[in-house]
């Protein structure tokens, strides 16, 4: 069971380039989000998902889109990526809102 | 939406010493409180859990009370160990299509 797969671990890319972080579970959880986090300021939510076919913007999602075509795939694309965009960003999936979330091993991006 | 704050935002304690975590939330329909370890490099996970029919749990070491007239829950870590050191996130939820709200994070230094 692997959980949680977020691909790929650590990325640079050049401003405005764009790229697509992956995000896969195994569960059938139908909650996925995204989240990036930067220092002092927690895990901040940029897009989420109830189901597939289903998604809606959280506290950040400028700069970002999703979609959820299937309920194992949630990837986050970064249309022309910004420094402001440098952070680790974090994948979860839960089987309701008012459960445990799982979480990816994280990305780790950056923007020169 | 939800708004949660958590305090402190560091705590340093020597070893063998209690450490606790405070978190607010401002949605009174929120029922579901978990607390997240973030170990340095690592993904957040899950270690103890509350939902609102239910004032303290306990797991060993860890225990988190909830006052909902207060709207304020917290964590405490008794007998701290130097592997205890690492950031812990609380959240809240409301359940439904809502996804948790995280707070900032505490960065907890357990020093030897």
Same mark, same amino acid.
């Given at each position: 069971?692997?959980?949680?797969?977020?691909?790929?671990?650590?990325?640079?890319?050049?401003?405005?380039?764009?790229?697509?972080?992956?995000?896969?579970?195994?569960? +059938?959880?139908?909650?996925?989000?995204?989240?990036?986090?930067?220092?002092?300021?927690?895990?901040?939510?940029?897009?989420?998902?109830?189901?597939?076919?289903?998604?809606?913007?959280?506290?950040?999602? +400028?700069?970002?889109?999703?979609?959820?075509?299937?309920?194992?795939? @949630?990837?986050?694309?970064?249309?022309?990526?910004?420094?402001?965009?440098?952070?680790?960003? @974090?994948?979860?999936?839960?089987?309701?809102?008012? +459960?445990?979330?799982? @979480?990816?091993?994280?990305?780790?991006?950056?923007?020169? | 939406?939800?708004?949660?704050?958590?305090?402190?935002?560091?705590?340093?304690?020597?070893?063998?010493?209690?450490? =606790?975590?405070?978190?607010?939330?401002?949605?009174?329909?929120?029922?579901?409180?978990?607390?997240?370890?973030?170990?340095?490099?690592?993904?957040?996970?899950?270690?103890?859990?509350?939902?609102?029919?239910?004032?303290?749990?306990?797991?060993?070491?860890?225990?988190?009370?909830?006052?909902?007239?207060?709207?304020?829950?917290?964590? &405490?870590?008794?007998?701290?160990?130097?592997?205890?050191?690492?950031?812990?996130?609380?959240?809240?939820?409301?359940?439904?299509?809502?996804?948790?709200?995280?707070?900032?994070?505490?960065?907890?230094? =357990? &020093?030897?």
């Amino acid at each position: 069971n692997a959980g949680v797969t977020q691909t790929p671990k650590f990325q640079v890319l050049k401003t405005g380039q764009s790229m697509t972080l992956q995000c896969a579970q195994d569960m +059938n959880h139908e909650y996925m989000s995204w989240y990036r986090q930067d220092p002092g300021m927690g895990l901040r939510l940029i897009h989420y998902s109830v189901g597939a076919g289903i998604t809606d913007q959280g506290e950040v999602p +400028n700069g970002y889109n999703v979609s959820r075509s299937t309920t194992e795939d @949630f990837p986050l694309r970064l249309l022309s990526a910004a420094p402001s965009q440098t952070s680790v960003y @974090f994948c979860a999936s839960s089987y309701a809102t008012g +459960n445990e979330a799982f @979480f990816g091993q994280g990305t780790r991006l950056t923007v020169v | 939406g939800e708004n949660v704050e958590q305090h402190p935002s560091t705590l340093s304690v020597q070893e063998g010493d209690s450490a =606790v975590i405070k978190c607010t939330y401002s949605d009174s329909a929120s029922n579901y409180f978990p607390w997240y370890k973030q170990e340095l490099g690592k993904r957040p996970q899950l270690i103890i859990d509350i939902r609102s029919n239910v004032g303290e749990k306990k797991d060993q070491r860890i225990a988190v009370t909830l006052n909902k007239t207060a709207k304020h829950f917290s964590l &405490h870590i008794t007998e701290t160990q130097p592997e205890d050191s690492a950031v812990y996130f609380c959240a809240a939820s409301r359940g439904g299509s809502y996804i948790p709200t995280f707070g900032r994070g505490t960065s907890l230094i =357990v &020093h030897p």
